[in-house]
RNA sequence: GCCGGGAUGGCGGAAUUGGCAGACGCGGUGGAUUCAAAAUCCACAGUCCUUCAGUGGGCGUGAGGGUUCAAGUCCCUCUCCCGGCACCA
């Protein structure tokens, strides 16, 4: 009886041997060739536990790395930790651990995790964005952009997480729908997001909009479609008309509004202003006490809002504030509202044509307020404006001298005649907003700043960086900093005059900051005087191949990307965009099963719901069962390093890679190790006992001569070979390499199965079977392609071994089957010889006994034959 | 509403870009082994009809139409699902 066997019991000690031979990249100074290649997955930030948000792409990169290597590329695959931020802190409040013990215990933990998958990063240059000697440039490039107008200081209305009790960028704001309820809710905690207004840091990313939507043009199918358009959408360019109306207040005030609809100009009824514009102020000062307090208390109510909740599903209110607008171009006068529904926008201002915008049409429906039809349709679409209003591009009608052109027209000539009375002109805006950086918490990059009475906001001198975060802070979120608390850090002496009484700023940098531009750091890690070495940085950078998931899309990617713009203007780098090729990987989900009847009302986990069944307390009949992303409230989780404990890493790596194509989402299956785990057990006994047939035979000599189904294994072989490499080269579906790998151990088992004593040529064969399948198969599993690498004979390394290349001929069979349609249906299939001409072919095919059941009697109207492929007969 | 992406067996997913739909794996069924089970190995397996059986045939890639000798793949119309954005003037 064979006792249990411990499989696989070989991949710590491979992953010893790699610790010792490791393949670093160079640290080269030399401009970068086409065989330096810079991959990189984004780092992580430690929670303590690697999950399959990270070991799939992790798995992904270090499989493609291995296979860069072995085609004599120069990689650097670099790994490192995004180490600041709120999780560490808030654990810390939660467990009175100090967040920087928390963070580097993770560390720990994980880059143990790390190893134990035989992921091949280069160690040496691990990065720590929590460490001084990163946050040190984190600062400089912040001073650099403080120096160049790009970082500046204001009071903001900006989101406020009131759970993590800090400022939140846009990006960093989701909607979500709780119980029905839909609302503005931090990224990170899901808590609601309100509405402070606060002095903060910003960082002038606006500036760089239209760069930014160019450089998605030059990246172009580089990058998924899918992050570009997202990012487009983000951004959000759109081009119109600033009109110059003019207010009649006490004085006469410019009032200017965007539009992209200037045609409609003549169908303006109203003016409306958002409650944050600046009129607002002057306006309440000029009205009566009563009306200035209804108005008052409006845009306080309003503002109390966010901002887009306030663009819900809130009725549209909004007061006349008794001023008149004249319109520059028709000359008329509209009365002047103050509007809930209008945005700090463009202007904040905006001109309201009911006719033709569904906003403008219900809001006047409200108050009453006249409709002008001004546009008329150039198609038989049936307009009634009073009813709804007519937003599709026509005519102009009652406009004046631009009565007869086209909505395109108009726009065009209106804009230029605006321009040349001085009444504004052609407008582009952006949705982008500018990026609060300012966080109210302790555990980030200090900013690198200091308050003084006299000089006002005064850099801290490079040669004092870096600002260093102190440690014995208490940290308890009160919406306040928590380096206000202390006395030490804030307390300073003003660079600039000496002054005693100056103040540290005390908040420090949202995370992304320090994200934004680590994958520069990788080239040149260690570098005390310099963020990095210019040549250093440009023998790897950019990025060729940048592996991270989705979620990211908008948030780091487009950091990241403004970063590197900003960094090439200051003259530090020759390139403007970070990440050449970008791959976005999927999301494994899990299976969720909802429990609902008279015991329960509650998510289940799948071990949980077994237990159930039998106790009778639920039945398939009571569950819901749905496929979402993997949560702890779900119970749907998986832990790949649990499974990595039970089956070995290369069974979970390869099942990870087995579960689809990596660019798509995919349900992880409990059942799902089974098929790999089998597989790897499968191929390591069938390579052993194989090996004693095998092991001492070389190369086959030129011209031998193979029994067809030697052949046929030989073709098979060459398949796996000629079909792996073509994944690695652009597809990267290695799910499809992986299946066909299978594929060949089946036919290996066949053949062995058949061939009991295998003659000269067969065990050529054979052995070149398995000699594909180590060398094709080592980037996904290293371990085991290392250790069947030694069984098989070789000394040296899998990984020193030179990419194998398909041979065409081998690959060629004799003789093939095709299969012979008649009338588009299949009705049987010819074996002929591969290099048959297509008069053979349809000889043959013709022959064909089922076949000439379906054309007897029948007149052949056309024969179809592709070499290779088919024969398709039309008969009538 | 707008912008993307999808829909193929019981399940995850294949299909060299127009050429045998369902590779590979899971689950399932039957068999071998076992006192029995687990594990392992072998075989079968889209679906419906037909034949005692070997077999033979119809139908099949979300729905409907089209192009073609040939359509999962190309074109048109529609439905549903997922992701993102959304009073952005």
């Not at 009566?288 to 809130?314: H, I, N, Y």
């Not at 937003?391 to 102009?396: A, S």
Request: a negative charge; charged letters at 25%.
């Amino acid at each position: 009886m064979e006792e249990q066997r411990k499989f696989p019991d070989y991949e710590a000690k491979w992953q010893k041997v790699w610790a010792e031979h490791k393949q670093a990249a160079s640290d080269s100074t030399t401009p970068k060739s086409d065989r330096d290649f810079y991959i990189l997955s984004m780092f992580p930030y430690p929670s303590g536990k690697l999950h399959f948000g990270h070991a799939l792409p992790y798995t992904l990169t270090d499989s493609m790395a291995r296979y860069l290597r072995m085609n004599g590329y120069n990689v650097l695959d670099p790994t490192g930790w995004d180490a600041f931020g709120l999780p560490a802190e808030n654990a810390a409040i939660e467990n009175k651990i100090h967040p920087s013990k928390f963070t580097y215990d993770n560390i720990e933990a994980m880059r143990k995790q790390k190893h134990a998958f035989g992921y091949s990063f280069d160690w040496d240059r691990e990065v720590f964005t929590c460490r001084p000697d990163y946050y040190q440039w984190t600062q400089w490039i912040f001073l650099q952009m403080l120096e160049k107008g790009v970082a500046y200081r204001k009071k903001a209305r900006v989101n406020w997480c009131t759970h993590c009790n800090t400022v939140l960028a846009n990006e960093q704001v989701e909607t979500i729908v709780k119980d029905g309820d839909e609302f503005q809710a931090c990224f990170r905690c899901e808590s609601r997001v309100i509405i402070k207004e606060i002095d903060a840091w910003f960082l002038r990313i606006t500036d760089y909009a239209d760069r930014l939507l160019a450089g998605l043009d030059k990246l172009g199918d580089k990058w998924p479609e899918k992050v570009s358009n997202q990012q487009r959408n983000w951004i959000g360019r759109s081009e119109g008309v600033n009109i110059d109306f003019t207010a009649k207040l006490s004085t006469e005030e410019t009032l200017t509004v965007f539009t992209t609809r200037a045609d409609t100009v003549f169908g303006v009824t109203y003016v409306a202003l958002a409650p944050e514009h600046p009129l607002v102020e002057q306006i309440i000062a000029q009205l009566d006490e009563k009306k200035a307090k209804q108005l008052r208390e409006f845009v306080k109510d309003t503002l109390a809002m966010s901002e887009q909740d306030r663009a819900g599903d809130a009725e549209k209110e909004g007061i006349n504030t008794g001023f008149i607008a004249v319109n520059p171009l028709s000359g008329e006068e509209v009365p002047i509202f103050v509007a809930n529904y209008v945005l700090m926008y463009g202007t904040g201002a905006v001109m309201a044509v009911p006719a033709h915008d569904e906003r403008d049409h219900e809001f006047a429906g409200e108050y009453r307020l006249p409709i002008k039809q001004v546009i008329e349709p150039v198609n038989d679409d049936e307009v009634d404006v009073a009813e709804e209003a007519y937003t599709e591009h026509g005519r102009l009608i009652h406009s004046g001298a631009y009565d007869g052109l086209t909505t395109a027209e108009a726009v065009k000539k209106i804009a230029a005649d605006l321009k040349g009375k001085g009444k504004g002109g052609p407008q582009v805006n952006y949705k982008l907003r500018d990026w609060g950086i300012s966080r109210q918490r302790y555990w980030g990059c200090p900013i690198p700043v200091i308050h003084c009475p006299k000089c006002g906001i005064v850099p801290v001198p490079e040669n004092e960086l870096p600002v260093k975060l102190p440690d014995d802070v208490d940290f308890l979120p009160t919406g306040q900093s928590p380096l206000t608390l202390h006395p030490d850090f804030q307390k300073t002496r003003c660079p600039k005059c000496g002054g005693e009484d100056a103040r540290r700023d005390m908040d420090t940098m949202d995370t992304f900051v320090d994200s934004s531009w680590y994958f520069l750091r990788y080239t040149d890690p260690h570098n005390d005087e310099k963020i990095f070495d210019r040549a250093k940085c440009a023998h790897w950078a950019p990025v060729d191949l940048y592996i991270g998931g989705r979620e990211h899309a908008i948030l780091h990617l487009i950091y990241a990307r403004f970063y590197t713009k900003f960094l090439h203007d200051i003259g530090l780098i020759d390139f403007d965009e970070p990440f050449t090729r970008l791959y976005a990987h999927g999301l494994i989900q899990g299976e969720s099963i909802k429990v609902v009847n008279e015991h329960m009302n509650r998510y289940v986990s799948a071990e949980e719901f077994a237990k159930l069944k039998k106790e009778g307390k639920a039945t398939d009949k009571d569950i819901t069962r749905r496929i979402e992303k993997m949560s702890k409230s779900k119970k749907n989780g998986a832990d790949p390093t649990a499974l990595m404990e039970q089956y070995g890493a290369d069974a979970t790596r390869l099942a990870i890679l087995f579960l689809g194509p990596g660019d798509a989402d995919s349900a992880w299956d409990p059942n799902g190790m089974k098929g790999p785990y089998g597989f790897l057990r499968r191929w390591y006994d069938t390579t052993l006992q194989c090996a004693p047939m095998v092991e001492d035979i070389g190369e086959a000599p030129a011209g031998t001569e193979y029994p067809p189904a030697a052949k046929a294994l030989r073709a098979a072989a060459h398949s796996l070979i000629d079909k792996v490499t073509r994944e690695f080269e652009g597809r990267y579906a290695f799910n499809t390499a992986i299946a066909q790998g299978m594929a060949l151990l089946n036919d290996i088992t066949s053949f062995v199965r058949a061939n009991k004593q295998p003659d000269g040529p067969s065990r050529f064969a054979l052995r070149e079977a398995f000699e594909a399948m180590v060398v094709t198969l080592s980037p996904f599993v290293p371990h085991t392609a290392e250790e069947l690498n030694q069984v098989l004979g070789h000394k040296e390394s899998v990984f020193k071994r030179a990419w194998p290349k398909a041979d065409p001929a081998a690959m060629q069979l004799d003789e093939v089957e095709i299969p012979v349609q008649v009338n588009g249906k299949l009705r049987g299939t010819i074996m002929l010889p591969s290099k048959a001409t297509k008069e053979e072919m349809e000889q043959l095919a013709m022959a064909n006994e089922n076949v000439q059941k379906f054309v007897e009697g029948k007149k052949i109207n056309k024969l179809i034959a592709v070499p290779g492929r088919i024969v398709n007969i039309v008969a009538k």
